[in-house]
């Protein structure tokens, strides 16, 4: 059981525009900075969002973030088939003092 | 540029102690900022924060991991090393050691590549 929540699955169509949700508590999402990462199959995760809303250097400007309260999305516009990966949100627990992931989100490209 | 990479053995037996080296380069775990984290992955599931070192030798652990890790620097070698006690076969898992730094509010910028460890007897 992870203490930040995602949906285990979500899909779309090439084009489209998805979004992912974490959601989570005060000690965390509520209080810290949300980052966002993409695994691609077989492959170490990438960090794809930081700070809650950051594109590193490199990273489209498909990939977006948004935190409000104890909850943060990640949206993707302009769906591509390389897209489809695991995505996780992750941020500090104040209370537990130490990192938290979500349990990650498998993203399928129909 | 930054890369890092992990070592250690692929198996190991129920009850012994894990060690894992993380070798990096493009930065120095001396510079104000700068830290190196661990996290695992195991099959199919995701992934879970193990342990973190800073540049000013703090070093945070997973609460429920925390009585059998110990995490150390060499500065020196660029390395930084994580041990395991107790080892267990829920423990098997992919091993990541990232790269994390201020300017990003610490997250874990780069990752290596990932070593993975199989308990058992």
């Known amino acids: ?110 | 540029q930054i890369t890092l990479k992990e070592s250690g053995p692929t198996l190991v037996k129920p009850t012994q102690t894990l060690t894992l080296t993380c070798t990096f380069s493009g930065f120095s775990l001396s510079t104000t900022g700068v830290g190196v984290g661990w996290i695992r992955q195991p099959p199919g599931k995701a992934l879970e924060w193990l342990a973190l070192i800073y540049w000013d030798d703090d070093k945070p652990y997973s609460p429920s991991l925390k009585s059998r890790l110990t995490i150390t620097k060499d500065t020196s070698k660029n390395q930084v090393v994580l041990t395991m006690t107790n080892m267990d076969p829920v423990d098997t898992a992919t091993y990541y050691c990232a790269h994390t730094e201020q300017l990003k509010n610490y997250a874990f910028d780069i990752w290596g590549q990932g070593t993975m460890v199989t308990v058992s007897s």
């Open chain 1, 1 to 110: 059981q992870s203490v930040l929540t995602q949906p285990p699955s979500a899909s779309g169509t090439p084009g489209q525009r998805v979004t992912i949700s974490c959601s989570g508590s005060s000690s965390n999402i509520g209080s810290q900075t949300v980052n966002w990462y993409q695994q691609l199959p077989e492959t170490a995760p990438t960090l794809l969002i930081h700070s809650n809303n950051q594109r590193p250097s490199g990273v489209p400007d498909r990939f977006s973030g948004s935190k409000s309260g104890t909850s943060a999305s990640l949206a993707i516009s302009g769906l591509q088939s390389e897209d489809e990966a695991d995505y996780y949100c992750a941020a500090w627990d104040d209370s537990l003092k130490g990192w938290v992931f979500g349990g990650g989100t498998k993203l399928t490209v129909l």
